[in-house]
């Protein structure tokens, strides 16, 4: 069917068949955020541009050449969130989140927008869950973290991944890194990339992160940011080691892994899945010691990390297409004028508003079909029952339809209800085959 309209490039449509992927991605991680104390903030997909000026960094790809950024009707500056640890953070001061407690757990789900090139696994419109712990500074709070990231993982199935850590370094040893990688890359500014010319000038340690060929033999012989830790970042990054270690978490070291936000400090980390290509970071996060106080907050130590929801269903080979809801009950109208009759009926089948966990799945054809084509249709959707409206002197008619065969007549709606939830207890487990 042809449309004058197409989505916009970079987005995509999530249908049904993948849909129903996407809510049970989202409720098992819901439920194991919950099981690890988080609560949800949902913010706005909106926020002033300043928020994330200030927080991801003027100098980062995000902020340079990829947000989304309007004017309101006043003339207020406003940008599509490209993540959501700013906005998280701006929430938690707001409303005073952490306020009498010295640990805030809190995660979100949602979309997020950067105008980058689309590829497999890179869209304009992207969806990330993302946990923010707020308020530890020890080592073990970076590995709980890392625990709950690999935990959603597995419980979503994905087993084949790669834990990526490093450490940033914090206000006092990373200007001396910095400059060490800025005198390092300007001996050989003449094999750098042109957007790595300038990052030379704006942001140095993202060179670090670049993908083009060229680039890589000056990047191979960089200086590991390791060698310029101080004392106490090095202990700390000892600590994230040896935390992850006693949780039997496996890890590398990456001493190249610089991520493309400037709010972080110390840890930080990636996590990698085969068969996701170029775009194989399903997600990544790290700590941000400065950010909360940068908001005008006290100094809150914090650390979080956001999955790519997208990457996420690719890495479980799950974004095809899967089977529609197979219906319980198809409600036939054996004449034109029994359609209505056919609505109230599947409706008190369907047991809503009186216990929820005993309802069918109920159908009602609205084409104006005969009762034959209504009855191909029922075996089309696979229905396990078909009911045949009005009912005649013995009371409602059943068709078995698995079993290919008659059922026994149902003198009022109640009984058949009833007879029909004995009946589709049978099969309930395999209705979303
Ligand atoms: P990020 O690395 O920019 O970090 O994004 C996290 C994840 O979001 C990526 O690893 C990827 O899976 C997904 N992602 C990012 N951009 C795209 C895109 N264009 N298309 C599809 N997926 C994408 C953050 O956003 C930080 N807020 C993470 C964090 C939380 N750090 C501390 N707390």
Same mark, same amino acid.
């Given at each position: 069917m042809a449309s004058k309209f197409q989505v916009p490039r970079g987005t995509r449509d999530i249908l049904p068949g993948e849909s129903e992927r996407w809510i049970a991605l989202e409720g098992t991680t819901r439920e194991i955020l919950s099981r690890y104390g988080y609560r949800e903030v949902r913010t706005p997909l909106f926020e002033s541009t300043d928020l994330f000026i200030r927080s991801v960094g003027e100098s980062t790809d995000i902020v340079r050449k990829e947000l989304y950024t309007f004017e309101d009707r006043k003339g207020r500056s406003l940008t599509l969130r490209p993540e959501g640890t700013a906005p998280l953070v701006r929430a938690y001061l707001e409303h005073a989140l952490g306020h009498g407690d010295p640990v805030t757990r809190l995660y979100y789900i949602g979309p997020m927008f950067r105008y980058e090139r689309p590829q497999a696994g890179r869209y304009r419109q992207f969806w990330q869950i993302g946990a923010e712990l707020l308020g530890p500074a020890a080592p073990a709070a970076d590995a709980e973290m890392i625990d709950l990231f690999v935990a959603i993982l597995r419980g979503i199935g994905l087993k084949d991944v790669r834990v990526l850590v490093n450490s940033l370094g914090d206000s006092v040893c990373r200007p001396v890194y910095r400059e060490r990688i800025r005198e390092h890359f300007e001996s050989r500014e003449a094999e750098l990339c042109g957007d790595c010319k300038e990052r030379l000038r704006t942001n140095p340690l993202r060179i670090l992160d670049c993908k083009v060929p060229t680039c890589q033999p000056a990047i191979a012989s960089a200086p590991s940011v390791l060698d310029? $830790?101080?004392?106490?970042?090095?202990?700390?990054?000892?600590?994230?080691? @040896?935390? *992850?270690? &006693? +949780?039997?978490?496996?890890? !590398?070291?990456?001493?190249?892994?610089?991520?493309?936000?400037?709010?972080?400090?110390?840890?930080?980390?990636?996590?990698?899945?085969?068969?996701?290509?170029?775009?194989?970071?399903?997600?990544?996060?790290?700590?941000?010691?400065?950010?909360?106080?940068?908001?005008?907050?006290?100094?809150?130590?914090?650390?979080?990390?956001?999955?790519?929801?997208?990457?996420?269903?690719?890495?479980?080979?799950?974004?095809?297409?899967?089977?529609? $809801?197979?219906?319980?009950?198809?409600?036939?109208?054996?004449?034109?004028? @029994?359609? *209505?009759? &056919? +609505?109230?009926?599947?409706? !008190?089948?369907?047991?809503?508003?009186?216990?929820?966990?005993?309802?069918?799945?109920?159908?009602?054809?609205?084409?104006?079909?005969?009762?034959?084509?209504?009855?191909?249709?029922?075996?089309?959707?696979?229905?396990?029952?078909?009911?045949?409206?009005?009912?005649?002197?013995?009371?409602?008619?059943?068709?078995?339809?698995?079993?290919?065969?008659?059922?026994?007549?149902?003198?009022?709606?109640?009984?058949?209800?009833?007879?029909?939830?004995?009946?589709?207890?049978?099969?309930?487990?395999?209705?979303?085959?």
């Open positions: 310029s $830790l101080c004392d106490p970042c090095r202990e700390h990054f000892d600590g994230v080691k @040896a935390a *992850l270690d &006693a +949780l039997s978490i496996e890890h !590398e070291t990456a001493p190249r892994l610089v991520r493309g936000l400037d709010y972080y400090t110390r840890t930080v980390f990636e996590v990698h899945a085969a068969g996701l290509g170029a775009q194989n970071a399903v997600g990544g996060g790290g700590r941000y010691d400065q950010l909360v106080k940068d908001f005008g907050g006290p100094q809150t130590p914090a650390i979080g990390f956001s999955i790519g929801m997208e990457r996420l269903l690719l890495a479980t080979g799950s974004l095809e297409t899967g089977a529609a $809801l197979r219906p319980d009950v198809c409600v036939i109208a054996r004449e034109p004028g @029994a359609v *209505l009759e &056919a +609505l109230r009926v599947a409706r !008190e089948l369907r047991g809503l508003g009186t216990n929820a966990a005993s309802g069918l799945r109920v159908l009602v054809d609205l084409g104006g079909r005969s009762a034959s084509a209504q009855m191909k249709w029922a075996s089309k959707l696979e229905a396990r029952f078909a009911v045949f409206v009005p009912s005649d002197a013995a009371g409602y008619a059943v068709r078995d339809l698995d079993a290919g065969k008659d059922a026994p007549h149902q003198t009022d709606v109640p009984s058949l209800r009833a007879w029909l939830m004995e009946q589709a207890a049978t099969v309930s487990e395999d209705v979303t085959r």
